[in-house]
């Protein structure tokens, strides 16, 4: 099995971020769990504001969840949005039911995906954001599953 699909793409400002999210929404398969890396600022949150528009979330709803941790928004699939920058420690991965929401068929998209990786199934796809210059992001996502580089397969023409 060929795992290793991954796309590179260099967006030059949040829209055009929010329309590669846009991408990867329009092809979402129920159950899939999505991995955002990248510094503070990097636009995970404005990459999580496409995948939920093409959803059928309106953008302003998703906010930075950083206090919250978790938050759920209803779209044609539940999105649950985990921000994982103040998670200390396991017990509290294990209390938001991750499984069960997957079972359920929610996409569930992790930003600061790295500190909590150890504690979720396998990421499907992981998306690592870097700032190039002030209004330039080198954006790269990583199929870890099957599933996940099928997305990255499908994923239509964007930059
Ligand atoms: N090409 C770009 N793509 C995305 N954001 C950009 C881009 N250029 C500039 N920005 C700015 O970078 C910031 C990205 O903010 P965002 O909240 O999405 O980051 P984040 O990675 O979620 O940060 P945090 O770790 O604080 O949650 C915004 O202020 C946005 O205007
Ligand atoms: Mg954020």
Same mark, same amino acid.
């Given at each position: 099995?060929?795992? +290793? /699909?991954?796309?590179?793409?260099?967006?030059?400002?949040?829209?055009?971020?929010? =329309?590669?999210? *846009?991408?990867?929404?329009?092809?979402?398969?129920?159950?899939?769990?999505? *991995?955002?890396?990248?510094?503070?600022?990097?636009?995970?949150?404005?990459?999580?504001?496409?995948? *939920?528009?093409?959803? *059928?979330?309106?953008?302003?709803?998703?906010?930075?969840?950083?206090?919250?941790?978790?938050?759920?928004?209803? @779209?044609?699939?539940?999105?649950? +949005?985990?921000? =994982?920058?103040?998670?200390?420690?396991?017990?509290?991965?294990?209390?938001?039911?991750?499984?069960?929401?997957?079972?359920? @068929?929610?996409?569930?998209?992790?930003?600061?995906? /790295?500190?909590?990786?150890?504690?979720?199934?396998?990421?499907?796809?992981?998306?690592?954001?870097? =700032?190039?210059?002030? +209004?330039?992001?080198?954006?790269?996502?990583?199929?870890?599953?099957?599933? @996940?580089?099928?997305?990255?397969? =499908?994923?239509?023409?964007?930059?």
């Amino acid at each position: 099995m060929t795992q +290793h /699909e991954n796309r590179i793409l260099t967006s030059s400002s949040p829209d055009q971020t929010a =329309a590669f999210g *846009g991408a990867l929404g329009s092809v979402l398969q129920r159950s899939t769990l999505l *991995g955002l890396v990248g510094s503070l600022g990097a636009g995970k949150t404005n990459l999580t504001q496409g995948i *939920g528009e093409a959803i *059928g979330i309106a953008r302003t709803d998703v906010t930075s969840p950083t206090f919250t941790i978790c938050v759920p928004h209803y @779209g044609r699939v539940k999105l649950l +949005h985990l921000d =994982a920058y103040r998670i200390k420690d396991g017990s509290e991965v294990d209390e938001l039911g991750i499984d069960e929401e997957l079972e359920e @068929g929610s996409v569930i998209v992790v930003e600061w995906a /790295e500190l909590i990786e150890e504690f979720l199934p396998q990421f499907d796809v992981m998306v690592t954001l870097q =700032a190039t210059d002030e +209004h330039q992001r080198r954006i790269e996502f990583e199929a870890r599953t099957e599933k @996940g580089r099928r997305l990255i397969e =499908a994923l239509p023409d964007v930059g």
